[in-house]
């Protein structure tokens, strides 16, 4: 493609690509120019031998989720991320883990399949809401699908924390800055980098055999989340038509 040639054109040391892993003609490129690449937070699964850096998305669905349940919810809802992206398996994984650890069976209409935006939580928290046994807690697979969610929520007159908590997922800048502040799971990004940089070193120096390195993700707990209500009423009023 144009940025491999790009790259490649003023004798680069290395290269850094974001979420796109490079096909196999693109690898090829690299190889030949004796160019190593480095894949930070991949959007579907390496292959064999070529170096990326991720963050435990795993871990942090289930650390999102498993939040909730110390809290004392049951019913809790997800909005997905992309089902393309391994991140967002990965994301729901932890969240199907979380609730089986915690002895509570999955419920399929609970889950629904967004893609990271902000339209997608918005839209299908929505349907959470409307559920006649509507969640009390929902894990957002981005802050942005959380920032939808947190729209939808406040339009079906209810309350976050009080009525719904709200997780999110990424801690981009905006989530401490939200109304409520954003329980939401972080997302290493300035190590990732570095440690992308350090895997290109590595390869270009030939010390270190590391070809995946996994960050830790963190639960980053603010006021979007809170025990249940007491008493949880039926679904949320209809959207009214403009």
Known sequence: GAWVRHALAGGTDGAVSVVTVPDAAERQAFA??????????????????????????????????????????RRIGTITGDDAQANALARLAGYRTALIQAGIAPDDSLIRRGDFTVDAGYEEAWHLLSLDD????????????????LRAVREAGLRVPDDVSLVGFDDLPI????????????????????????????????????????????????????????????????????
């Open 32 to 73: 030949d120019a004796l160019v190593p690449v480095v894949v930070v937070d991949p959007r579907v699964r390496p292959p064999e031998g070529l170096l990326s850096v991720g963050a435990t998305n795993w871990q942090g669905g289930l650390d999102a989720t498993a939040h909730l349940v110390a809290l004392g919810h």
């Open 134 to 149: 509507r969640p009390t807690a929902i894990v957002a697979s981005s802050d942005d699908t959380a920032l939808g969610a």
């Open 175 to 242: 989530a401490a800055w939200l109304d409520p502040a954003l329980t939401t799971v972080h997302q290493p990004l300035v190590e990732m980098g570095a440690a992308a940089v350090d895997l290109l070193h590595r390869a270009r120096s030939g010390t270190g055999h590391t070809v995946r390195a996994e960050l830790a993700t963190s639960i980053v707990e603010r006021a979007s989340t809170a025990p249940p209500p007491a008493v949880v009423r039926g679904p949320a009023h209809p959207r009214q038509k403009a």
